[in-house]
């Protein structure tokens, strides 16, 4: 074992990269061997990075939920291919055949069938519970273990079916019977933490680039919301280098820690056994020289043959993090890698030199691999920003932008809301993504910024047989149609129905209209007929609308009160004042 290059190799590496900071621990043979930090935890003030530095790790949380599968299955309360549906009856999805057949291994190694349909869940503060009610409207881009389709919402369903058998919270279940045990008293599932001066979170950043990719300058980017849905049982976990060596330890150890039995040897093995094939594209094969690649449940697996064995990894990328967790078992090695940069490729190169030099093997230069095919991908990335910015067309919107304001829904996906703020559009997914910008291309279509990940998504809008925008379709889910949001009546509050309410006069000898309200809703009636209830369309500041079939209402202010009120259908209009 030689790591005595692997620190100045690290450095090389994240000057290289731009990385702020970096904690990484090496293990062998049940001994942590290096452990150490680099750069900067906060670039700002300058304060250091160190081992027991707290990080985000996004997806490498998907290994913990898979082992407190594993528990459930020891306990008999759980079987890896047993039907869902048996132990989890509500768990109705959009394909009924999946329904019937789907398992807890499926929903571990990404071969249900359903695409990613992330913006569904993306930091809903909803209860799991509700959550796999929605499911249901969901589609499926194919069949049940026909390919590897990575799901975040599985992980969450996953975990409340742990839930469901053991009668606890996942939360609780995962601190009780794996953090505590491990001795991971550093590590929790929320960016906040009891003990944060012993343990400080890093900050977490976004490298900015010029119209190039190249680096400009780093922004901090605090952590989003964290759900119990999102990212939850994907990605919610909170650690260190000093923590994650103890989780390794586990894997390494086979199943015991300091002489307790956390898992079964055959079920923590059962984890890092490949379940489902993973595409391996020509990037992929450029890095590694490896064809094969497939997933087990919640870590990845590949031929290892430098060690002659097998490499079980995950990385995790989160909001201004990044981390890589790896592991051979047959040589009993494995390294944690956590950098306080989104999207790095830092903690995948460290992690790599470091095994390298473990096993003796000769110098590759990963970084330079890890250069050659990421540096065309940034500059590609920044050049579609532009072009995107550019490519506007001449032709304006075929309404007024306030017309477009309003919510739009989706079964299954929070609302999308616009509204129109200075002159120009923004929007949203309600309880999910912040407000930002909707850029006008050509007629009814928009770009709808994404600033988590500074990237642009179409949002066509459609009209209705009145010639009113009424609906928008975004892609939201690969190997899906686009998802379409419908528009919602507007939400009209008890105080203005309540003003709206009177008799309002047309000036036609025997003909008044009467408008009451009951239950939240607005009724009109004429001399001599029925009520009819008013659905409501737009509510301005000096504007009502509402409609009646194919009959288009219409309330206008008058010095701060509700007096004059147009019926419009599709034989006569009629102008009515309030009595």
């Not at 260190?240 to 150890?253: E, F, P």
Request: one cysteine or more; proline letters at 6%.
């Amino acid at each position: 074992m030689d790591l005595g290059s692997l620190d100045a190799c690290i450095e090389d590496t994240m000057a290289s990269w731009h990385c702020p900071g970096l904690a990484i621990a090496v293990v062998q043979d049940g001994t942590v061997v290096h452990q150490r930090g680099f750069g900067w935890r906060d670039a700002d003030q300058r304060l250091p990075m160190a081992a027991d530095t707290r990080f985000a790790m996004g997806s490498v949380t998907k290994s913990f939920t898979a082992l407190s599968a594993a528990q459930c299955v020891d306990d008999g309360l759980l079987a890896w291919d047993r039907p869902v549906c048996q132990d989890m009856p509500e768990f109705l999805l959009d394909d009924p055949y999946v329904t019937r057949h789907v398992t807890l291994r499926d929903m571990l190694s990404h071969r249900t069938g359903m695409p990613r349909h992330d913006y569904a869940a993306w930091r809903l503060a909803l209860p799991r519970a509700e959550f796999i009610a929605r499911m249901r409207h969901l589609k499926f881009s194919a069949s049940l273990r026909e390919r590897y389709q990575y799901n975040n919402l599985m992980y969450a369903a996953a975990a409340y079916l742990v839930e469901k058998v053991a009668g606890r919270r996942w939360e609780d279940l995962v601190r009780e019977r794996i953090l505590a045990p491990l001795g991971m008293h550093a590590s929790n599932l929320e960016p906040a933490f009891a003990d944060e001066a012993a343990h400080p979170l890093a900050l977490g950043y976004n490298l900015q680039r010029d119209a190039e990719g190249r680096f400009e300058r780093w922004v901090h980017m605090p952590p989003g919301l964290h759900t119990e849905l999102s990212p939850g049982p994907a990605g919610t976990l909170f650690s260190t280098a000093a923590d994650m060596a103890r989780w390794l330890q586990l894997h390494l150890d086979g199943s015991e820690c300091g002489g307790a039995r956390i898992v079964s040897r055959h079920n923590i093995q059962e984890l890092r056994t490949p379940q489902m094939a993973m595409p391996v594209n020509d990037m992929g094969y450029a890095l590694s020289g490896l064809t094969m690649m497939s997933y087990g449940l919640g870590w990845m697996v590949r031929p290892y043959p430098f060690a002659g064995g097998t490499l079980v990894f995950h990385d995790g990328n989160v909001e201004g993090f990044s981390a890589h967790v790896c592991f051979v078992p047959e040589s009993r090695i494995g390294v944690v890698a956590l950098a306080n940069a989104s999207g790095s490729s830092v903690p995948a190169i460290a992690a790599r030199e470091a095994m390298d030099r473990l096993l003796g093997l000769p110098a590759r230069d990963w970084n330079a691999r890890f250069h050659r095919v990421h540096d065309p991908l940034l500059a590609a990335a920044a050049k579609g920003r532009t072009v995107v910015v550019a490519q506007k067309l001449p032709q304006p919107p075929s309404h007024p932008l306030e017309a477009y304001e309003g919510s739009y829904g989706a079964e299954g996906y929070p609302d999308f809301a616009v509204r129109l703020r200075d002159g120009a559009l923004q929007a949203c997914t309600v309880g999910s993504m912040d407000w930002s910008e909707l850029r006008h291309q050509h007629y009814d279509v928009f770009d709808w910024h994404i600033p988590l990940w500074d990237s642009w998504c179409r949002a066509r809008f459609t009209t209705g047989e009145r010639g009113e925008v009424d609906a928008v379709s975004i892609p939201l889910a690969a190997g899906v149609p686009d998802i379409v949001f419908t528009r919602k009546p507007a939400a009209i509050d008890a105080a203005t129905l309540d003003a709206l309410a009177g008799d309002y006069d047309p000036g036609v000898d025997g003909l008044l209209f009467r408008i009451s309200h009951q239950d939240g809703k607005l009724y009109w009636t004429e001399t001599g007929s029925p009520a009819f209830e008013c659905a409501p369309r737009r509510l301005g500041d000096g504007t009502a609308e509402f409609d009646i079939e194919r009959t288009r209402i219409v309330f206008t202010r008058e010095d701060g009160r509700w007096m004059h009120v147009a019926a419009h259908t599709p034989f006569a209009s009629y102008e009515a004042r309030r009595r």
